[in-house]
């Protein structure tokens, strides 16, 4: 039995890692709630396990999703992990070779060039199966550390790969970091030195070998090599569970997880813990975090969910993020962070029974009509919005109610962002209520973030939820109301919740595209930046909100627009306190440019439905 | 120019630099008025010397000054006028600008407050004077934990008298709120006040920057009663009035922010002259708006607080005025006579 | 020496006193809420929060006399006072000062369930 | 405390009171709540002083109750404190001495809405003329009883068995005074020391060797105040005031307390009482409650007159403690005793407060 001492730290760290992933794995499958393993349950037979290891592949080695983000940390990521796993599988064919039939003890292919020290055939080196075996494995290690390469210029200057900021790392990242960075380089010296005095070596470990071997005493000293890249290995694998390298394996079985259909629920759950060992704090969120502009950079993401893993979460920290989903849209692994910090809330605010008995008396005049015309708290502190709804609503002649003229009940969201899921509940059943009663077909808000929650907490059978964007769009297009464009030029700022939150960016601009000429801003859609007041927040102050705000502003009228065109009220009124610029909700662009329709028109309207 | 405070200095060296002879007299030794008493002025905290030490260095070496000399009558004689003093000294001139300024209202007044009843009920005035010593203590030297100040002490109060605003206490009692936390880092502050009349340049920012970074506390309610309990500790009764409940809290010193009232020779001269205004007693310009500085009787003229309440820049503003307004009229008087 | 005679029947009993007794009154409340959200100093008990308020238009609840029942330390019944907030952020808007009202209120509602303990 | 501020502002309110004949307005309710005083008073006077007291059976009450509790309009009031005067007229006296303090306060209203709205009194003395045909002179000076006894208290103090000191100790005794609201807080100037720190009740103290507390509540209202105690509905309210005051004296550990009006050590009294019933708490040391007494009370304890005599077995709160602490003899077992001895029988013991010896 091929062995050497010096496997023992490899293997014995290897073990303890196996031993470590499959307590913990077993364990948070078994927490699983009821729902999540009925889909596990389903998920490995109706076939989702084949999609899902094609994202593992594409996504956990090959990085495409980084790639797109950052070409150069891509590659950097892609060449560690696609590298890494090259090396293990075709460590182990090359190791068929010399093991004659039968079962290689696991560290053989490891060290293979340490037990076996076939001798370079060199012009025909290649056309060997030994030979080409040494050619690639020497290509692929070449390949991973050039990958090293990269890692350590990122670590001194992270400006040039265009990251403002780069991590700061834990005491056991330090170690795992350390550790990981020596293995290749490490296996690189082994090899070259065993190749030094057997010329056993492929193209690079063969001509270190004999480089070294000229002023070296190889001999000697490649068997503490050997010992130094087992250690190396052993340590890796010891501190990785603790590290932030843990994202290796548990991303997989997140991804398997994610395909199965579970979804973070509204309370810390073993799911959510398992997205949360899935982050590898690459540091690509931290950048595009608009924290950083109110200098409360440890509230960015990569440290959040750290201090989530580690369970030393402050207030602070876990208050203060504006749920604006940029970190989300970004993050290579696609971490759900928005609905991990809502349940980190609920746990820190599950003493808090906010109670609503006093609504059960509110029943507003009974409003039957087919639209129900909800404007939301916010609404009714830009009056101007209101009174623009009010008027197309008019002018199109369709049979429309204003639900919230009196004083409106909470859509619930706002409670919903605190992680107040239960006072959330009743007042959505409330609300609920009085549209049921309303007998509307369409339901229409100006609030994004009233139009979020309405749309996906609400159960609203038989009613139609649209945002006003959206129903403006369709009266123009049905040819209820009728408009006229100008030149004026505008820019469009999409709303955290109407554009990533609920994935609407085109109508809004398709209407636009009707009214004014639409500038395009330098970070529009996925991309759009937060204005700053949003009421997921719940503690930065006047002057933190102020900054972030003043930094989206130069963004949005770089191309100095004649009109800052936004849909939602809390955005506008954000804006409004900051600029000169004029700042319009897509309403009022409407409702200015209104034309008024022949009665003819209308019919026809009516008819074509 | 009778009174030689900020208003009286900065005529005078108007005047003078305008070629005018100029004859200032002042009742007590040295000029500068109230402002010698003021530790440091707001908003910005800036030293009270910095300011008098300017308008002393700006007075011409020509400027006749009088000082230690109460003046006791003013006569006209021929459109001309002859001020006399209490030790008989005489002076004659042209035209005479009263800037006699204000007096603080005796705190002692307010005898529900306990002003010189209770051992540790001081004036503003009073506290200023412990700024310029450098420490703040109780009469039995510790240091107070607690300090409440009391806004419209003698002003906004018919009981008193003065039905009037005096308009700067407020802004004095937030500056001098901070500089007690300054002194004493751990002391508490309260306010007691009916309204935060801020009403000038920067005045908001120092109310914002008392709350946020020394957490001086505002408690809407006019003191009513003040006694002392067993342990020294002044006890005050207030309306707690945003909450509609009575207020009882004990604190260790209290500070009566004294409004301004006309000073007895204001009362005196203007009275004798027919210029004094019965409900306020400042002095009655001649038209409030077009020309606050002359006064009914051709050659009087008027600056600073003797026509009412002002803060030190709008004192010098109005001395200014008052010295443009008195070249104006030997201006059309010199071809006259 | 106690008499015998049972409990004297007065048909009234004293008036409990409305007055703050401002040294008397616990401020555990009023020094959680002020470490957790300093921003309550700022308040100048204008009303722009209470008037605007969306659960101030079916109840009598008053973020501007929360802050002052707190600070003062009345905090009795100031619970199911505060758990009447839907807490839509229109006070946030609103606030001249830009007082933290969301937090503010969430802070209080804590204290007053841990702090008390 | 500053002393000589207070005496500054008692310069501000001197009072002149007449010296010698007096003519004496009874109280209608002091007779009832503390029977030895108004004897006491006409006693000292008289034998002691040896001062000309006119004492009528003809006056009535001068109706301030009712006119406090809007019972009375102010017309009749006026009326027959215009008849009170014509008595004082008719019997020759010029010096009206009124008893009580709510009849001082109102005659000083009267006489101050008198002085300025004279045709107020010509309507006052037509009624009197038309109702009972009499006629009356305005009093050359008008005092209430107990600044006539200030006005006397070194003459007092000369005549003084005793002094207001504690035996043992030899330190004097803490009294605490308290002056009735319609003394001076209507009419400051009529007030001997002024609203704030009225001085009449002090000065006695002061002569006698007392030392006086100002406690935080000093000035606040003893709880009579009509409306509060007639309208049993308002009762809680009358004793939560009294609450207050003995909450406020009591880390001043008083003595004593001394009053100058009929409804103030009423209440003073009985509410300890009461208090100790309802939440089983007195304000002395070691269960005794703070013995309350009116000034003529003190004047003759002061002189020497048998305790029992001055009635102060009618005090709810029982004074023997402090007779202990002063050295006065008295005899506990005549405390009950009628006037030729027999046995009026023991009022049951308090649950709290502790009566004193059998």
Redesign the interface.
């Given at each position: 039995m091929t062995f050497n001492i010096f496997v023992i730290p490899f293997f014995g760290g290897l073990l303890f890692l196996l031993a470590v992933l499959f307590v913990r794995f077993t364990a948070w499958l078994a927490t699983l709630d009821k729902s999540g393993r009925k889909k596990l349950g389903h998920g490995l037979l109706n076939g989702q396990v084949f999609p899902a290891t094609w994202e593992v592949f594409m996504e956990s080695l090959l990085h495409r999703r980084m790639f797109r983000q950052n070409k150069l940390l891509g590659y950097m990521h892609m060449s560690f992990a696609f590298g890494w796993l090259l090396l293990i599988v075709l460590g182990n064919l090359e190791s068929r070779i010399y093991s004659g039939g039968h079962i290689n003890p696991p560290y053989y292919p490891i060290f293979l060039k340490f037990f076996v020290h076939d001798k370079r055939t060199l012009p025909f080196e290649l056309y060997t199966l030994p030979g080409f075996f040494r050619f690639i494995m020497d290509f692929v290690l070449l390949f991973i550390l050039s990958g090293l390469v990269l890692a350590l210029i990122k670590r001194a200057r992270s400006k040039w790969f265009g990251m403002k900021r780069t991590t700061q790392h834990s005491k056991f990242d330090k170690w795992a970091i350390t550790s990981l960075w020596f293995i290749f380089p490490l296996r690189l010296l082994a090899e070259s030195f065993t190749a030094g005095v057997y010329q056993g070596g492929g193209f690079l470990t063969n001509t270190l070998g004999t480089f070294f071997a000229a002023f070296l005493p190889v001999e000697y000293l490649y068997y503490p090599a050997w010992w130094a890249y087992s250690t190396a290995l052993g340590v890796f694998f010891v501190t990785l569970p603790w590290s932030r390298y843990m994202h290796i394996p548990t991303e997989v079985l997140l991804i398997y997880l994610r395909h199965f259909g579970i979804k973070t629920g509204k309370k810390p759950d073993s799911f959510s813990e398992i997205e949360i060992y899935s982050c590898p704090r690459c540091g690509v969120c931290i950048d595009v975090c608009q924290m950083n502009d109110a200098h409360r950079t440890n509230s960015t993401p990569a440290y959040f969910l750290r201090s989530l893993r580690y369970g030393t979460p402050d207030n602070d920290q876990n208050a203060n993020c504006m749920l604006c989903g940029r970190c989300h849209e970004v993050c290579p692994v696609q971490i759900d962070t928005l609905a991990i910090r809502v349940a980190a809330r609920y746990d820190d605010n599950k003493l808090l029974a906010p109670s609503f008995k006093y609504l059960d008396r509110f029943e507003p005049a009974d409003s039957a009509a087919d639209v129900l015309y909800f404007a939301g708290c916010m609404g009714h502190l830009t009056p101007a919005v209101k009174k623009a709804m009010l008027k197309i609503l008019a002018a199109s002649g369709e049979k429309f109610s204003f639900m919230d003229e009196d004083g409106s009940v909470c859509c619930g969201r706002p409670l919903l962002l605190a992680g107040l899921h239960e006072a959330a509940a009743e007042l959505i059943q409330k609300n609920t209520h009085l549209i049921i009663n309303s007998g509307a077909k369409t339901f229409v808000t100006s609030c994004p973030i009233c139009y979020k929650v309405f749309n996906e907490e609400y159960k609203l059978p038989g009613v139609e939820v649209l945002h006003h964007s959206q129903y403006l769009l369709r009266l123009v297009e049905s040819g209820k109301i009728k408009v006229n464009s100008t030149g004026i030029t505008a820019v469009y700022h999409d709303p955290c919740e109407l554009g990533r939150g609920s994935k609407i960016y085109d109508e809004p601009r398709t209407l636009l595209g009707q009214l004014v000429t639409l500038n395009k801003a330098e970070q529009e859609r996925e991309n759009s930046l937060c204005c700053g007041g949003s009421v997921g927040d719940l503690s930065m102050n006047h002057s933190e909100r102020t900054v972030i705000r003043d930094e989206a502003l130069k963004v949005l009228l770089a191309s100095q627009p004649d009109i800052l065109v936004t849909a939602c009220p809390l955005c506008k009124k954000t804006f409004d306190n900051g600029t000169e610029a004029v700042v319009m909700d897509i309403a009022e662009v409407v409702s200015e440019r209104l034309q008024p329709v022949t009665k003819k028109e209308l019919v026809t309207a009516e008819l074509a439905g | 120019m009778i009174g030689g405070g900020a208003a009286g200095l900065e005529a005078s060296s108007a005047l003078a630099s305008l070629g005018f002879r100029v004859v200032l007299v002042e009742k007590e030794d040295e000029t500068g008025g109230h402002i010698k008493n003021w530790h440091a002025l707001f908003p910005n905290r800036r030293p009270g010397t910095e300011v008098l030490q300017a308008l002393r260095s700006k007075l011409s070496k020509e400027v006749e000054l009088f000082s230690g000399k109460t003046v006791t009558e003013i006569k006209q004689v021929q459109g001309r006028f002859e001020v006399g003093s209490a030790d008989g000294w005489k002076a004659e001139a042209d035209a005479v600008l009263l800037t006699t300024g204000f007096s603080l209202f005796n705190a002692s007044k307010k005898e529900e407050y306990g002003y010189g009843i209770y051992d540790n009920v001081i004036t503003s005035a009073d506290l200023e004077s412990a700024f310029s010593a450098g420490k703040i203590t109780m009469k039995n030297g510790e240091q107070p934990k607690r300090i409440g100040f009391v806004h419209c002490v003698g002003s906004r109060d018919e009981k008193a008298g003065n039905i009037y605003c005096s308009k700067v206490c407020c802004v004095t009692a937030v500056k001098q709120a901070i500089e007690v936390k300054q002194f004493l880092p751990e002391c508490e502050v309260f306010c007691f006040y009916m309204d935060m009349r801020m009403f000038g340049r920067h005045y908001e920012e120092l109310y914002k920057e008392a709350q946020e970074k020394y957490y001086i506390q505002f408690i809407r309610g006019r003191l009513s009663e003040s006694t002392e309990d067993h342990t020294g500790k002044i006890i005050l009764k207030v309306e707690d009035t945003l909450l509609g409940k009575p207020l009882k809290i004990g604190v260790d010193m209290l500070v009566l922010m004294v409004g301004m009232e006309s000073p007895d020779i204001t009362r005196k001269l203007g009275s004798e002259l027919g210029l004094l205004n019965d409900s306020d007693r400042f002095l009655v310009s001649a038209d409030q708006h077009i020309s606050a500085n002359v006064s009914e009787i051709p050659g009087l003229f008027f600056a600073g607080t003797c026509t009412g309440p002002k803060n030190i820049a709008d004192t010098l503003a109005d001395a200014r005025s008052a010295a443009l307004a008195i070249a104006g009229y030997f201006e059309n008087n010199s071809n006259r006579s | 020496?106690?008499?015998t005679?049972e409990?004297?029947r007065?048909?009234?009993?004293?008036?409990?006193?409305?007055?703050?007794?401002?040294?008397a009154n616990l401020k555990d409340i009023a020094d959680i809420v002020?470490k957790?959200?300093?921003?309550i100093?700022?308040c100048?008990?204008c009303g722009t929060c209470a008037s605007?308020c969306?659960?101030g238009?079916?109840?009598d609840f008053s973020l501007?006399?929360m802050i002052?029942?707190v600070?003062?330390g009345?905090t009795k019944g100031l619970e199911?006072e505060i758990?009447?907030?839907?807490?839509?952020?229109?006070c946030?808007?609103?606030c001249p000062?830009?007082v933290?009202t969301?937090?503010l209120i969430?802070q209080i509602?804590?204290a007053l369930?841990?702090g008390a303990l | 405390m500053k002393h000589e501020g207070k005496k500054l502002v008692w310069q501000e309110y001197q009072k002149e009171i007449a010296d010698d004949h007096f003519f004496y307005a009874r109280s209608c309710i002091r007779q009832t709540f503390f029977p030895g005083s108004e004897k006491v008073f006409t006693k000292i006077l008289k034998d002691e002083l040896g001062k000309d007291v006119y004492d009528s059976e003809h006056h009535t009450s001068c109706t301030g109750i009712g006119y406090h509790a809007d019972a009375v309009p102010f017309e009749t009031t006026m009326t027959v404190v215009a008849r009170q005067f014509a008595l004082m007229t008719e019997a020759g006296y010029e010096n009206y001495a009124a008893s009580c303090i709510t009849s001082f306060g109102l005659y000083t209203e009267i006489l101050e809405t008198w002085h300025h709205f004279p045709e107020v009194e010509a309507k006052a003395r037509e009624f009197l003329f038309k109702a009972t045909g009499r006629e009356f002179k305005i009093p050359k000076n008008l005092a209430h009883a107990s600044d006539i006894i200030y006005k006397f208290r070194h003459e007092i103090a000369e005549k003084a068995k005793y002094r207001l000191v504690d035996k043992n100790t030899g330190k004097p005794l803490r009294v605490v005074e308290h002056i009735g609201c319609h003394y001076s807080k209507m009419f400051p100037h009529k007030g001997v020391g002024g609203a704030e720190y009225p001085y009449v009740l002090t000065g006695m103290i002061e002569a006698w060797g007392g030392e006086v507390i100002d406690y935080p509540e000093r000035r606040h209202c003893c709880g009579f105040g009509f409306r509060q105690y007639i309208v049993q509905a308002n009762r809680g309210y009358s004793i939560a005031c009294s609450k207050k005051k003995f909450d406020s004296m009591e880390p001043y550990e008083p003595d004593m307390i001394i009053t100058n009006c009929p409804g103030c050590p009423m209440f003073l009294d009985r509410w300890q009482y009461a208090l100790s019933e309802m939440e089983g708490k007195t304000y002395g040391k070691n269960g005794n409650g703070i013995p309350v007494f009116t000034y003529e009370e003190v004047a003759g304890l002061v002189l020497g007159y048998d305790p029992w005599e001055i009635g102060l077995q009618v005090h709810q709160v029982p004074a023997e403690p402090l007779l202990d602490k002063i050295g006065i003899e008295y005899d506990p077992g005549s405390k009950f005793k009628g006037p030729n001895g027999e046995d009026l029988g023991h009022p049951e013991a308090p649950s709290y407060l502790k009566f004193y010896k059998e």
């Open positions: - | - | 020496m106690a008499g005679v409990k004297v007065f048909g009234f009993s004293v008036n409990k006193d409305r007055q703050i007794d401002y040294d002020l957790a959200e300093p921003t100093n700022l100048i008990s605007t969306t659960a238009q079916f109840t501007r006399k002052l029942l600070r003062r009345e199911n758990s009447k907030c839907m807490l839509c952020g229109k946030q808007l609103a000062r830009g933290s969301r937090n969430l509602h804590k369930k841990t | -």
